[in-house]
């Protein structure tokens, strides 16, 4: 149904036997192999396919570090890495080695040897962090708080001179 009827073809048809994890998407924020789940079963589900991932135009942080550190060679299997990652990052936001292990556990690759991916699974705990902290600091810098402040004074202003219309 994904790729044949929604034409999401990043999820990947494997094994069909619950043994590969190339299919895994998440059903409500967690993984589940689509080769053993029926649609019907999804009726009022969020299910986030690999497609999903990526958001205001740009890639997740793990896609960014799959790319970087050769986490995804032929790439069949990645969909199913990104997925899977993302939902344990999303639970454990600073997972242990053996935490990525374990959660990538069902998930098979043939060409990495699978050290470059849980690699990227780090690196991306990594950069997610920096990116909040520059977040952070641009919300924290003189500039943004002179821009919170006109914008202050500039809403207090049109507030004034709509009173003052009224
Ligand atoms: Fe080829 Fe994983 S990158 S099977």
């Given at each position: 149904m994904l790729r044949e009827d929604l034409n999401l073809c990043g999820t990947k048809h494997g094994c069909e036997l619950g043994e590969c994890g190339a299919c895994a998407v998440l059903l409500d924020a967690q993984p589940v192999l689509s080769c053993l789940?029926?649609?019907?079963?999804?009726?009022g589900a969020a299910v986030t396919t690999v497609?999903?991932?990526?958001?205001d135009g740009r890639l997740h942080p793990l896609q960014d570090t799959f790319a970087d550190l050769g986490a995804a060679q032929c790439g069949y299997c990645t969909p199913g890495f990104l997925v899977t990652a993302k939902a344990l990052l999303d639970e454990?936001?600073?997972?242990?080695r053996d935490q990525i292990r374990e959660a990538l556990s069902g998930n098979l690759c043939r060409c990495t040897g699978y050290q470059q991916i849980f690699e990227a699974v780090e690196a991306a705990v990594e950069r997610s962090a920096s990116q909040a902290s520059a977040s952070l600091s641009r919300l924290r810098s003189p500039g943004a708080h002179a821009s919170f402040g006109e914008a202050r004074r500039s809403a207090d202003g049109a507030k004034a001179a709509g009173e003052r219309r009224s």
């Open positions: 789940v029926l649609g019907v079963d999804c009726a497609e999903g991932l990526a958001g454990h936001p600073q997972p242990t």
